[in-house]
């Protein structure tokens, strides 16, 4: 019994070993950090890029709304046929290149309206046209 009892008590209490310390974290973690950040960059940038391509078309639609308002006010509908015709060739020179728009004046302008705004333009103006 004795060589029993010495035994045990050579025993000693179990250790947790030490915590595994928060810094610095593994490679993996890393690398999951730099591509979380690169997708944030790259969605950053796109969508900036995004917002910034639409600019025009704000711009155009807060210019409407004020040609709107200004219609409202005077009813003057020369001035804003006029008004609408050179926002209509403004928002065209950012949509497409110069040389494709610029020159335009006419049968070839209300073409190239017709062209790229559903052939509503070519249409108003034969109606127009016709009834005089």
């Not at 050579?10 to 690169?38: E, K, N, R, S, Y």
């Not at 209509?88 to 190239?112: M, S, T």
Request: hydrophobic share 45%; proline share 6%.
């Amino acid at each position: 019994m004795n060589s029993s009892t010495d035994l045990l008590s050579q025993l000693h209490d179990i250790h947790p070993p030490t915590p595994v310390p928060f810094w610095p974290p593994a490679p993996g973690w890393w690398i999951v950090t730099l591509l979380a950040i690169l997708f944030i960059m790259v969605a950053g940038w796109r969508y900036r890029r995004y917002y910034l391509s639409l600019a025009f078309k704000r711009m155009a639609l807060r210019i409407l709304k004020q040609l709107h308002q200004d219609y409202q006010c005077s009813g003057e509908s020369i001035q804003l046929v006029m008004a609408l015709s050179i926002l209509l060739r403004r928002v065209a020179l950012v949509k497409f290149p110069r040389h494709q728009v610029a020159g335009l004046i006419g049968r070839a302008w209300l073409q190239f309206l017709d062209e790229t705004g559903h052939n509503i333009f070519a249409h108003k103006a034969t109606k127009t046209h016709q009834s005089e």
